[in-house]
């Protein structure tokens, strides 16, 4: 029997195209089977998958097998369902006994959905049948913001908008209330404590520096190699601006523009036209030695920067000199607490960071991230978090 990767027709069910979406369709065929696999042993599975390539059956066989069946009672409906799955065929064996025939009945789940309704709405029967279930959600996170419908950027603006920026707080001037004991006596708590207790200063109280939240700058490049992914983490900007203090927000293309009042607004489609109406250079050409410059010299290293966390999305083709990039790239290392840097092409199997801009920045950055999906930039929130 020939090998093919596994393919669903019915055209209301995400085509299982990748190694990630094959991954959480499998697994979610084994539990229904009866199996429990954690959802790390899933993630493993995907990574094993991008390894061994979907063209290799033995190799797609014990990547699965290694990864999802833990147990020796597992491996026996393991094989089972990976026949059904991956071979479109029920066998165990030449001689095997005859076995009530397996049946995979496809669902997509509703935002609305309620998970108890389903076996009350099925069809009683007794075959042995696993609902296999998609979530939108689920294979939104791990697709190409490339690959984007304009109805799927509104869904994936609403998940972005769950996301937490907090980042790593920064000592700050102002003195607070302090439960230990410090060098530093809080003098008018302490006398209104001794005014309490018949003027014995009984009880005294100490001060410590306050903690304050860091300012958060996002540098979007909107030059034209970035137009498959702009108008997504444009949407995570806004996500951004909107949902934190102290954020601030720029455009970078042919010129250096600052978007931070236009994406204030809670409202997406005001703050996205308004910003979208503010960027003059979008799709155009890309400097960014010289818009990084214009904010270094106006901007961050005049106090924006200073220990803020620095975050530049761009997949680092710049027409400028990259010598210059990287002398401001510099500067802008020296000043920040964090300088990262989100190239949606990081992905690409095989990619080098061959650009001549890329290759000018890489040298002065602190973590260097993916940024094609929703899954990247949850990771980009937990590298700005450490």
């Known amino acids: ?26 697994t979610r065929v084994l539990r229904g089977a009866g199996l429990k696999v954690p959802t790390s042993c899933t993630h493993t599975f995907a990574e094993a998958l991008c390894a061994v390539g979907l063209d290799d059956r033995d190799g797609v066989y014990w990547s699965g097998r ?35 025939p397996l049946s995979i009945t496809i669902a997509v789940d509703a935002e609305d959905d309620d998970p108890d309704d389903g076996p009350e709405t099925a069809d ?19 697709k190409d913001f490339a690959q984007y419908s304009s109805d799927e950027l509104v869904l994936a603006q609403e998940l972005m908008s769950n996301l937490r920026l907090v980042g790593s707080p920064r000592s700050s001037l102002r003195l607070g209330p302090s439960a230990r004991q410090t060098s530093r006596p809080d003098i008018r708590r302490t006398m209104q404590a001794a005014i309490r207790s018949g003027g014995e200063p009984i009880e005294r109280h100490h001060r410590r520096p306050r903690t304050r939240l860091r300012r958060l700058v996002l540098l979007l490049d909107v030059s034209g190699s970035m137009e498959p992914y702009a108008r997504a983490l444009l949407r995570f900007v806004h996500a951004a601006v909107a949902g934190r203090q102290k954020v601030e927000a720029f455009a970078l293309g042919t010129r250096l523009t600052r978007i931070t009042r236009e994406l204030d607004s809670r409202d ?56 210059t990039l990287s002398e401001q790239m510099e500067r802008l290392h020296r000043v920040t607490h964090r300088l990262v840097w989100v190239n949606p092409l990081k992905v690409t199997p095989g990619y080098a960071p061959l650009a001549r801009g890329m290759a000018a920045a890489l040298p002065h950055l602190d973590a260097f991230v993916e940024g094609h999906s929703l899954a990247a930039m949850e990771e980009l929130c937990r590298v700005i978090g450490e």
């Open 66 to 100: 290694a990864t999802l069946a833990r147990r020796p009672e597992d491996i026996e409906v393991f094989d089972r369902a990976f026949k059904v799955f991956f071979e479109h065929r029920r066998s165990t064996g030449d001689d095997a006994e005859e076995e009530d």
């Open 268 to 323: 997406p489609d005001v703050a996205l036209a308004a910003a979208s109406e503010r960027v003059i250079d979008w799709s155009g050409g890309t400097r960014l030695g010289d818009g990084l410059r214009t904010f270094n010299d106006e901007w961050g290293v005049r106090g924006l920067a200073r220990n803020s966390i620095v975050v530049v999305l761009s997949d680092g083709w710049d027409r400028g000199d990259p010598a």
């Open 124 to 142: 009683a029967n007794d075959d042995p049948t696993i609902e296999l279930r998609f979530s939108t959600t689920e294979v939104l996170r791990h």
């Open 1 to 26: 029997m020939s090998w093919a990767p596994p393919t669903i027709s019915d055209q209301s069910v995400p085509a299982l195209s990748d190694a990630a979406q094959i991954a959480v369709a499998f």
